[in-house]
């Protein structure tokens, strides 16, 4: 009789195992992955839906996702492209035929695409309600990815919403805390001559400043994350970022050739 404790018994059974085990692991990853992407998606366009201010819980996200456009902007010339296949953003940062390197780089991301992703929210009778820009910037420990919406002056804060991070929890990682996040409603960006003031804080924003309306609280205990936000929001907005796309549909506003 075979001696079930033999060297090639144990050795055929450990096999047979990790075998057994591979298959049903992989078969787990393949079959999950569509799954998995579609959540995904869906988690971006909540949180699009959430910086645009129109997301309500229990609300069917992508019915609601209906409502905004989603388009490609070139961000040198800021007009609309249409690139055929498509443009995935996570991709282009790593093609050196579809983003370059930054020098300066204030917003420590490395490389910006040429194409970036703008969404336009409508209401019911097709006006331009929000813009919403992805922006990302690093902070202390890690890239920060947000959705920063704008309201049709293209100027003021409608909301923001990061959806990615791994900066400390209860210390840089309160960038997702909805009470701070609603802090930024109702601030701008650019003075009246144009320029690029918005800031974050170090600490709670003072009392009775004259410029309140462009300064956002810091985040206590967080400084360098808020460094990397406002940096974040300075570099997307400013003329290497969405500055040229802003400027050219901010014209095409005041011509009345955007509703
Ligand atoms: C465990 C640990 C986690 C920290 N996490 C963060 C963080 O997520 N973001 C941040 O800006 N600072 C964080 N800090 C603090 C920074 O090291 C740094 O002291 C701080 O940003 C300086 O700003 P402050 O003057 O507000 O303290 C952390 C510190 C420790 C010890």
Same mark, same amino acid.
């Given at each position: 009789?075979?001696?079930?404790?033999?060297?090639?018994?144990?050795?055929?059974?450990a096999?047979?195992?990790?075998?057994?085990?591979?298959?049903?692991?992989?078969? =787990?990853?393949?079959?999950?992955?569509?799954?998995?992407?579609?959540?995904?998606a869906?988690?971006?366009?909540?949180?699009?839906?959430? /910086?645009? %201010?129109?997301?309500e819980?229990?609300?069917?996200?992508?019915?609601?996702?209906q409502?905004?456009?989603?388009?490609?902007?070139?961000?040198?010339?800021?007009? @609309?492209?249409?690139p055929?296949?498509?443009?995935?953003?996570?991709?282009?940062?790593?093609?050196? /035929?579809?983003?370059?390197? $930054?020098?300066?780089?204030? =917003?420590?991301?490395g490389?910006?695409?040429?194409?970036?992703?703008?969404?336009?929210?409508?209401?019911?009778? #097709?006006?331009?309600?929000?813009?919403i $820009?992805?922006?990302?910037?690093?902070?202390? !420990?890690?890239?920060? @990815? /947000?959705?920063?919406?704008?309201?049709?002056?293209?100027?003021?804060?409608?909301?923001?919403s990061?959806?990615?991070?791994?900066?400390?929890?209860? $210390?840089?990682?309160?960038?997702?805390?909805? *009470? !701070?996040?609603?802090? !930024?409603?109702?601030?701008?960006?650019?003075?009246?001559?144009?320029?690029?003031?918005?800031?974050?804080?170090?600490g709670?924003?003072?009392?009775?400043?004259?410029? =309140?309306? @462009?300064?956002?609280? %810091?985040?206590?205990? =967080?400084t360098?994350?808020? *460094?990397?936000?406002?940096?974040?929001?300075?570099? !997307?907005?400013?003329?290497?970022? @969405? #500055?040229?796309?802003?400027?050219?549909?901010?014209?095409?506003?005041?011509?009345?050739?955007?509703?």
């Amino acid at each position: 009789m075979k001696d079930k404790n033999s060297i090639g018994n144990i050795i055929n059974v450990a096999v047979g195992v990790c075998l057994v085990c591979a298959v049903i692991v992989s078969t =787990a990853a393949v079959t999950l992955r569509p799954l998995q992407e579609e959540n995904r998606a869906s988690f971006r366009q909540l949180n699009v839906l959430q /910086a645009a %201010g129109i997301y309500e819980p229990g609300m069917n996200v992508s019915e609601a996702f209906q409502r905004i456009d989603r388009r490609i902007v070139e961000f040198d010339t800021g007009e @609309y492209v249409d690139p055929p296949g498509g443009f995935d953003p996570v991709r282009a940062v790593r093609d050196p /035929a579809q983003s370059r390197a $930054l020098t300066g780089d204030p =917003a420590g991301i490395g490389r910006r695409t040429h194409y970036g992703e703008v969404f336009l929210a409508r209401d019911e009778a #097709g006006r331009l309600e929000r813009v919403i $820009l992805p922006v990302h910037a690093y902070g202390l !420990w890690s890239t920060m @990815y /947000a959705f920063l919406a704008l309201e049709p002056d293209l100027n003021t804060v409608a909301g923001i919403s990061f959806f990615e991070h791994g900066e400390t929890p209860g $210390l840089g990682g309160e960038i997702e805390n909805p *009470r !701070w996040q609603e802090g !930024w409603v109702g601030r701008r960006i650019r003075d009246s001559d144009g320029n690029l003031v918005f800031r974050v804080d170090r600490g709670r924003t003072p009392e009775g400043v004259p410029d =309140a309306d @462009y300064r956002v609280d %810091g985040l206590s205990g =967080a400084t360098i994350t808020s *460094r990397g936000v406002e940096n974040m929001v300075r570099f !997307w907005l400013g003329d290497e970022g @969405y #500055g040229p796309y802003l400027a050219g549909l901010q014209r095409r506003i005041q011509a009345g050739e955007v509703m």
